[in-house]
């Protein structure tokens, strides 16, 4: 089949990108947009069977006639689907990376130890050289809730939960839009020898959750439902001086909401690793704030490894007329 690589890719990615899939892909021809236009014009027509992208420019999926498959390299699908010129019934696949999922994970658990423990208070302490010890909290009786539970929220909850902490898992919707694949080692509710994950679901469980948190970690999927989900409101209902940790969207959070509710202590410290504008301009209040920890959007990453044997699979699928895998629901946003 013919497979075309698009995305928004610095000239290492795309060549770290088109070794791992060549190799994953030995019986497929994988082109760059400008191939596919040379062969386009010296072979007639060109059919692209799949279109294999990473946040692509808007209109670069435009004019392909026989695609059957788009395979996404990122997790979150919002950019891509806010293309107008996404070609309509076209399927499109997330990417379900066991590596960058693992890798939210050890984010998660790096940010909720320091919050819970209050490392990020000694580095500030550590700065104006003050020696002060600070009351030393328990995992146990420090409840962290979970923002939504597909595959990244289901991870870190078991995570986190295998650490010792009393662990909420919150999702819009009553039913399950992506269902968990068959992977028992991401399974929340079965969280291993410590306590379980609880699952709540629907709007009117998410006050009392928060209520009841000490950190709250979003990993929702950004959908029209979900934009600005994190504003004033959202954070007065958590306890005086809260971690927040947003590790989905940056559009999931009001900023000057935020900025406000450290500035009054509602919030203690935040851990961002995703912004409304990235890269964070250089003037932005975040980057010198001493209540904030932040990331250059590299909380968790595709593997190109791991991530190539992905595509591969739903590649080989489409290819003998299998069911494609991790499929996003368009309606729904994810
Ligand atoms: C990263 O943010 C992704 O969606 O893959």
Do not use: K
Request: glycine share 8%; no cysteine.
């Amino acid at each position: 089949m013919n497979l075309l690589l698009a995305g928004d890719l610095t000239a290492d990615e795309q060549a770290e990108w088109l070794l791992a899939l060549r190799q994953a892909l030995p019986g497929h021809r994988l082109l760059l947009p400008a191939e596919a236009a040379t062969a386009a014009a010296l072979e007639g027509r060109l059919q692209i069977d799949a279109a294999i992208v990473a946040n692509p420019p808007p209109g670069s999926l435009r004019g392909l006639p026989g695609l059957r498959l788009i395979q996404s390299l990122w997790a979150g699908v919002d950019r891509l689907l806010a293309d107008p010129t996404l070609p309509a019934g076209v399927p499109i696949a997330r990417m379900v990376d066991p590596a960058m999922t693992a890798a939210m994970a050890e984010t998660a658990l790096w940010a909720t130890l320091a919050l819970h423990r209050g490392f990020f208070g000694y580095a500030r302490q550590q700065q104006s050289r003050l020696w002060q010890r600070q009351p030393q909290r328990r995992a146990d009786e420090w409840p962290v809730l979970v923002l939504g539970h597909g595959q990244m929220g289901r991870a870190v909850a078991h995570r986190l939960a295998q650490q010792g902490y009393p662990v909420a898992a919150w999702r819009r919707g009553a039913a399950q839009v992506n269902p968990p694949a068959a992977a028992p080692e991401l399974s929340a509710e079965l969280s291993a020898e410590r306590g379980a994950v609880r699952l709540l679901t629907g709007a009117a469980a998410l006050g009392p959750a928060l209520a009841s948190s000490q950190i709250v970690i979003n990993l929702l999927p950004l959908t029209p439902d979900t934009r600005g989900l994190i504003d004033a409101h959202f954070l007065a209902g958590l306890p005086r001086s809260a971690g927040l940790v947003n590790l989905a969207r940056g559009a999931h959070l009001v900023d000057v909401d935020l900025l406000a509710a450290l500035a009054s202590g509602q919030i203690g410290h935040a851990v961002l690793d995703v912004f409304n504008t990235e890269p964070l301009p250089a003037d932005h209040a975040y980057w010198q704030h001493p209540q904030v920890t932040l990331l250059p959007h590299a909380a968790a990453a595709t593997d190109a490894r791991s991530a190539a044997a992905v595509v591969a699979r739903n590649i080989e699928a489409l290819a003998t007329g299998q069911p494609l895998h991790d499929l996003v629901a368009r309606d729904a946003g994810y």
